[in-house]
């Protein structure tokens, strides 16, 4: 990765970009070898878009030119996905009976607020739960509704309980009757304690109706800073690409109206999250060739870090947020760079003294679980 691009990005490893060169032009997987086949297959198993290729390659016409064994491996991947919308669906339903009769604002985010507008770009994308916004003043009743109806917290720990009530952004996961499916309660998009501060209040007023009711989504420019704070924000990092593929695809989807643009400036702004919306497009542009708005790339700019942090910083992304190689495992750089990131994270969602005192705590968990030899 020693080519960069004109904001000091690294380009991807030779694997990798043969995974990004699939899902922008499928058509031209009609020319892989197959050494080329195996390698990708097992890169884009690796990143959990197997299932994202399979339904780019079915919309571009080309399944037909996938060697056998390979398609079978993408199909897998669509199936899973099915599997795992349909559950998603079922777990929608059982919320909309339970909590359509409080009359709050149910705000779907991320994979299922996706599903429920039906964006192609989704199409194959793996769901492992369900995020749900609602008003920080309605979350005990919210969450009341829900434990009446069956759903519980699979949370044991009391430290981990107080994290959550206290300094995240959202409740301990709660899963329904008979069922595997987390439900992940939101009442803003970032912790309390960080830095960035979004208006949970005005994301949700600027929230749309979605295509599934009683449901609502984020407006779509909400939606990109979403997608921005969950690719860059986040404590985990490792192996994220199929985030950046949802910022690219949010993009295209919303591309086209020019209110989108202005949207994104006003609401990266009003919302504090200029950084984050930097790092997350500039990505996208250079790793998907995501096109943008001429006089939003210049506006953009605005929140452009210093060059040595740009440039330290993207180098910790490349080698982060790509699936490592099949054949090779996990490079030093690239488990340093997941551990810089996270420190990163951590920094900017808690307070200097708040972040001690939970590092010293997860250190003394930690030795409390290590297993100790037993006396001969």
């Known amino acids: 990765m020693k080519r960069r691009s004109q904001h000091g990005i690294p380009q991807p490893p030779a694997h990798c970009a043969l995974l990004l060169r699939a899902l922008c032009v499928p058509a031209a997987l009609a020319h892989l070898g197959p050494s080329e086949w195996d390698l990708l297959v097992r890169v884009a198993r690796r990143a959990r878009l197997h299932g994202v290729l399979h339904a780019r390659c079915a919309a571009a016409g080309v399944l037909e030119h996938v060697p056998e064994r390979a398609a079978a491996h993408l199909e897998s991947g669509a199936a899973v996905a099915r599997y795992q919308l349909q559950l998603v669906r079922l777990e929608q339903h059982h919320l909309a009976q339970t909590l359509a009769p409080l009359g709050v604002p149910l705000v779907l985010l991320k994979g299922a607020a996706y599903a429920a507008q039906e964006y192609g770009f989704a199409e194959g994308r793996p769901l492992s739960d369900l995020d749900l916004m609602v008003p920080a003043g309605e979350l005990a009743r919210v969450e009341a509704a829900l434990r009446r109806a069956g759903w519980r917290s699979e949370s044991k720990d009391p430290y981990d309980e107080r994290y959550y009530r206290e300094w995240s952004h959202e409740i301990p996961p709660l899963v329904g009757p008979g069922r595997h499916l987390e439900v992940?309660?939101?009442?803003?998009?970032?912790?309390?304690?960080?830095?960035?501060?979004?208006?949970?209040?005005?994301?949700?007023?600027?929230?749309?109706?979605?295509?599934?009711?009683?449901?609502?989504?984020?407006?779509?420019?909400?939606q990109v800073l979403h997608a921005a704070v969950n690719l860059v924000q986040d404590v985990d990092t490792a192996e994220r690409l199929r985030d950046l593929v949802d910022m690219d695809g949010l993009l295209r989807t919303h591309g086209g109206h020019a209110r989108l643009w202005t949207e994104l400036l006003e609401h990266a702004a009003l919302h504090g999250l200029g950084r984050p919306l930097w790092y997350a497009v500039r990505l996208a542009q250079a790793w998907f060739g995501t096109p943008l708005d001429p006089a939003f790339e210049r506006a953009l700019d605005v929140w452009r870090p210093a060059t040595p942090v740009r440039r330290f910083t993207s180098v910790l992304f490349a080698a982060a947020l790509f699936p490592i190689h099949p054949d090779r495992g996990r490079t030093l750089a690239q488990r340093g760079a997941w551990q810089l990131l996270r420190l990163r994270a951590m920094w900017q969602r808690m307070p200097a003294v708040l972040l001690l005192r939970h590092g010293l705590h997860k250190l003394a968990s930690r030795a409390d679980r290590r297993p100790t030899l037993a006396p001969k």
């Open 184 to 222: 992940d309660l939101h009442h803003t998009i970032l912790p309390p304690t960080a830095r960035m501060k979004p208006d949970a209040a005005r994301l949700l007023a600027d929230s749309v109706p979605s295509k599934l009711e009683p449901f609502r989504v984020l407006s779509a420019a909400d």
